[in-house]
């Protein structure tokens, strides 16, 4: 059983940056593909973006790519989100997730965190 869990989420202003950083309790974190979604109310969870077990391969949704960036430490068991440039329709709960192949889906994914609130301010 992984378990997950996120940091980092605060209400900034639009323009402004935040990391988002998820820590693993397993050491086959290393194993696992990473990856960020997130969730407004009244609307579907959204793919963010994944990293490749090794940190070679990643992938972003088109409405955060060239602002986020995701990056990982195995030696650290931490995966993050550095969000930049952000605008209020960025607002959400932010999840991690931990799956064994690199795809957008959340019904593919095994493991998730709790959760941690971004709200960004016009």
């Known amino acids: 059983q992984v378990q997950l869990v996120e940091s980092g989420g605060r209400t900034v202003q639009a323009g402004g940056s935040l990391r988002l950083s998820c820590t693993a309790s397993?050491?086959?974190?290393?194993?696992?593909?990473m990856g960020w979604f997130r969730q407004a109310p009244g609307k579907e969870r959204e793919f963010v973006g994944l990293?490749?077990?090794?940190?070679?391969?990643?992938s972003y949704g088109d409405s955060v790519k060239g602002r986020f960036i995701i990056a990982r430490d195995n030696a650290k068991n931490t995966v993050y989100l550095q969000m930049n440039s952000l605008r209020p329709e960025d607002t959400a709960a932010y999840y991690c997730?931990?799956?064994?192949?690199?795809?957008?889906?959340?019904?593919?994914?095994?493991?998730w965190g709790q959760g941690t609130q971004v709200t960004v301010s016009s």
């Open positions: 397993e050491r086959t974190f290393s194993t696992l593909v």
């Open positions: 990293v490749s077990s090794g940190g070679e391969f990643k």
């Open positions: 997730a931990a799956g064994g192949i690199i795809t957008g889906a959340p019904s593919q994914y095994r493991y």
